[in-house]
């Protein structure tokens, strides 16, 4: 199967940057759209920023001008760039992929990574 690794988290003051990367691995024929979500205590998940493979992204309201989506598509890798963090990006950040596992499937399946935790502090 396939399998989504991310690394970068950690604790930072506000102002701060964090650089979040996520690379995918296994049974892949194609990768589509990559993207990043987070999840706080209590709220629903979210999207953060995604990216096709053509390069096309799109970013929540709330991180537009301080967070970039940039991939290495020949690594299978994205990342998030994350500058003047704010208390409230505090969540757990988790990669998606939609990838299209042999040439034989029809549609891309979404997989997940098991979190980041990206905490903010005042």
């Known amino acids: 199967q396939v399998q989504l690794v991310e690394s970068g988290g950690g604790l930072v003051h506000s102002g701060g940057s964090l650089r979040l990367s996520c690379a995918a691995s296994g049974r892949i024929f194609k990768v589509n759209t990559m993207g990043w979500y987070r999840q706080a205590p209590g709220k629903q998940r979210e999207l953060v920023a995604d990216s096709t493979s053509g390069g096309s992204t799109n970013y929540a309201e709330s991180v537009k001008g301080r967070f970039t989506i940039s991939r290495d598509n020949a690594e299978n890798t994205v990342y998030l760039q994350m500058n003047s963090l704010k208390p409230e990006d505090t969540a757990v950040y988790y990669c998606?992929?939609?990838?299209?596992?042999?040439?034989?499937?029809?549609?891309?399946?979404?997989?997940w990574g098991k979190g980041t935790l990206v905490t903010v502090s005042s």
């Open positions: 998606n992929a939609d990838i299209q596992q042999t040439f034989f499937d029809f549609y891309a399946v979404g997989f």
